[in-house]
């Protein structure tokens, strides 16, 4: 395997573009990464294209159709949230196995209003359907519950995951492409309807539309098009192994401290290391939990951490500087490509009024229920 | 000419791991797999371990109708048709089996819910399908 450098990337602001089809907002967001590159079309050999709702309609050629098509391969990928984070692995191996030079991951999701996940009626006799009736298998409930494990476990609060959506609210107004730039206070959040107990209206995230694109390199030739290559130091991808409750309640612990554990030994660091985070804020309970599941606190001590501010811009560990899943938005294949796209912006010095200072390295992770997990480790070189 | 009979109405199960059995003086229970080689055991069917991997015939227990509350959390926004607020919950069974359920009997606040608490399954029809069968579903109740 050989280095392999990120040296372009762009998306749009997440949002709602209901006038706009999924070709057009990920070709914006491939032209954007294309000029950060300083290439165009002709020097992509592959494109892997990350799009969950479209995966079975050829989406990654459609895109092409808009925007230059070289005969090249591409790879149509589909992995729940993690769809776009896969994509990007995807690129990231097409190159650093020698195969190829240049490589793009794209990834877009248009959802309008769709709301809640895992709510999909299967064919058949609707009287059969267990959604409310054998508890919930939507993901604001399976989050909830997940969130109230830690409570069960170390006596987290309900205001401790509260504190998560102030936080990543906060940052979102130096965010031009997040969804949502709205402060909100403690008690906006406490006092906003119940979502899934114990996460509120705004201890969840928006649905909604999105792209977002990232070029990758090797690193001898990112050197012709760059003075500022990132280095990805680890991209790793890792699925659930069998635990006790297994698919009666999803496990998002063990397979992101598995995948956590092999990107620190890929990159030869610790999480001491980071300079900052983007983790999967799905819903305010998920980022506590992946506190301790990225080792960036010990076993119980997220809720301290919150309290802390050590997760804020300018705290010991800023994480979600962008504003976060439950401010940028979510829409499905394009969350981990944008959450690399900030990362680099944050380890080239350009981002802006959320910069974290001196960043050298960061981590990008993205879970997808069912389950995936993605880690990105990318370093200023 | 004599119509055909029209078929027989019967009960149900919502999944197929709720057991009804034929005698209506037995109730209905929950059916799971243990493995013959390392013992874990699932709800409902494997084709072979996820823990361990043996590929051969797992031994189908019935599950015990007693458990305790896991985790839970209160839905109050759901897809359209299902009534809120409810409790969804995961119930730990004593053979190491975990379920997918809705907590009945109490209302749908956390102050009624505690950690461990010991529950009870029940279970009643609460469809009907196309065909006019009787759909029974499950559920758990604080004891």
New interface residues.
Partial sequence: MRDVAVIGVGMIKFGRYPEKTVPELAGQAILLALKDAGIDMKEVELMASGNLYQSNAMIGQRILQTIGQTGIPVINVANACATGSTAFREAYFAVASGAYDVAMAVGSEQMGKMG?LG?GAAGG?P??S?????????M??VF???G??HM?KYGTTQEQFAKVSVKNHKHSMHNPYSQYQTEVGLEDVLNA??????NTLYMCCPTGDGAAAAIVCSMEKARQFTTKPIRVAASVLTSDP?T???L??PDINTLTRAAAKEAYEKAGIGPQDLSLIELHDCFATAEILHYENLGICGEGEAGRMIDEGATTIGGKIPVNASGGLLSKGHPLGATGVANVCEVVWHLRGAAGGRQVEGAKVGLAHVIGLGSACTIQILEKV | MAEAPAAEKTQRA??PFLKIPANPAEKPYLSGSRCKQCG?T??GTRMAC??CFSAETMDEVKLSDRGEL??????????PG?????V???V?LPE?V?????ISGVEAD?KNLK?GMPVQMVSEK?????EGND?I???FKPI
């Fill in positions: 809640l709510a006799d009287a059969y267990t959604e409310g009736v054998l508890g919930s298998g939507l604001p409930a909830g519950m997940a109230v494990e069960r309807r119940v979502v899934s107990w114990p069998w006790q409750r297994d009666t309640m | 919502i999944v874990a699932y709800l996820s823990r896991h985790v839970f959390s209160i839905v109050h926004q759901s897809v299902v009534p809120t607020p409810y969804a919950a995961i730990d190491g975990s379920v997918r359920c809705n956390p950690f609460i469809r009907t399908d196309r759909v579903a499950f559920s």
